[in-house]
């Protein structure tokens, strides 16, 4: 499986931004649990969102619930990742992330396939 995040950018703080991630190579007789993850400088990744293989259910980290919405289209193969009310602390490489299975694991070696990751830079 080939993930391809976009969509990362420079805005201030308040602001919002569209994360996609196109998936391409999976296995159509595999389930996907989706998610996206986060590692700002000198820390470690760390889980923001996922969601489970049609969509009906996601997880969010404390830290990004009410302001980001995790989505998948799996007729285009995309996962999208809105963030609004952006805050200099979400200032980060954003990842996608692709597990096999039914589970929305927030937990990093729980995943199978990584994109290479898009910044995000948010100024105050």
């Known amino acids: 499986v080939q993930l391809v995040e976009s969509g990362g950018g420079s805005v201030q703080a308040g602001g919002s931004l569209r994360l996609s991630c196109a998936a391409s190579?999976?296995?159509?007789?595999?389930?996907?649990?989706m998610g996206w993850f986060r590692q700002a400088p000198g820390k470690e990744r760390e889980f923001v969102a996922a969601?489970?293989?049609?969509?009906?259910?996601?997880k969010y980290a404390d830290s990004v619930k009410g302001r980001f919405t995790i989505s998948r289209d799996n007729a285009e193969n995309l996962v999208n990742l809105q963030m609004n009310n952006l805050k200099p602390e979400d200032t980060a490489v954003y990842y996608c992330?692709?597990?096999?299975?039914?589970?929305?694991?927030?937990?990093?070696?729980?995943?199978?396939?990584w994109g290479q990751g898009t910044q995000v830079t948010v100024s105050s």
């Open positions: 190579g999976r296995d159509t007789s595999v389930t996907y649990t």
């Open positions: 992330a692709a597990n096999r299975g039914y589970r929305l694991p927030p937990i990093t070696w729980e995943y199978d396939y």
């Open positions: 969601v489970n293989w049609d969509g009906g259910s996601t």
